[in-house]
């Protein structure tokens, strides 16, 4: 990664400093690097800003990352699916808003209506590709990373605050942080560098207990997740002659094996363990539309098919968006588009 601007970290301390009332606001459907650093920032604030702080989300954080969620947080969160008029104020009372882990406001879903209209001050950290400069008066936007949380931990040790010694970062703010980088990276399986590492290392020694990280997120699953796993696996995977993996799941099987929010995480990644699958998609029946999940090996850009066919974007080898067609055109729709995909547009 680029190192981070001197000027940037002041400004930033100068806007933190300033502000009587900071909203932090993370994407869609957040996962643990959207609640990692939507956290981590809030601990951060709390600790060494006098300003008000309030976390506005569209949805819920999913039950695995729940624990990054203590009982002052709880208190200073809003939900805007369950309390519109109450997000409307926080965010229209904001005279600074910081946006994390997303790169366009329309991946805020409801909110991005309010975050337009804002004139608070706004502050993006993300590391997606294409971010929206010109609607942020601070941006630090680095894909070469692995996590938002890992931009925002770079962000906070060279804060004043901080100096360089993780131990000063607030406790909860150092967890909230090894989460994000943890599930962004697969559990260090990919998009590792060497300043992952380092960060790894630095959270250790200042007290992070992964090993309880680790089991809250992988060892606190329920029964009907692995039997769904196995099932789509066995029955739902379908692997074409151009070396793509699909798997389609509707909404009668997802109500079967009873899926909660954040239970078919990672199961868009297994396909890529066959040596001939170069991308992997999940596309799931969701209310008004189809969301899908799209993941390649080195070489295969799962970024570029999710602009060019499936509404959508993300990272390079990590990739998503939607379909709007009726759920028994979906199949029909991906098998050809991924073959054209992958024979007309990828060598
Ligand atoms: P996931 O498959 O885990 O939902 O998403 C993988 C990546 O794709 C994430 O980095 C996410 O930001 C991006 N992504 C997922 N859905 C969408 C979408 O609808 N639009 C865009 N632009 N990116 C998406
Ligand atoms: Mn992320």
Sequence with gaps: MKAINAKDIERLNQILQASSRTVIVTHMKPDGDAAGSTTAMYHFLKAHCKCDVRIVLNDRFQRAIEFLVDETTARDMTIYSENQTEAEGQIAAADTIICLDFNAFHRTDKLCGLLDASPAVKVLIDHHLYPELDKFSLAFSETEISSACELLYQILMAMPQIQHDAARLPKPAAMSLMTGMTTDTNNFANSVYPSTLAMASSLLAAGVDRDYILSCLYNQHSESRLRLMGHMMKDLLTITEDGAAYMILDKETQHKYNVQEGDTEGFVNMPLSIAEVRMSL??????????????????????????????????ENAAGGKLELPFHEVEEYTRKHVHIYLTEHED
């Design 282 to 315: 999940l596309l799931k029946e969701d209310t008004d539309r189809i969301r899908v999940s799209i993941r390649s090996k080195k070489g295969t850009s799962a970024n570029r098919c999710a602009r060019m066919f499936f509404n959508g974007g993300g990272h």
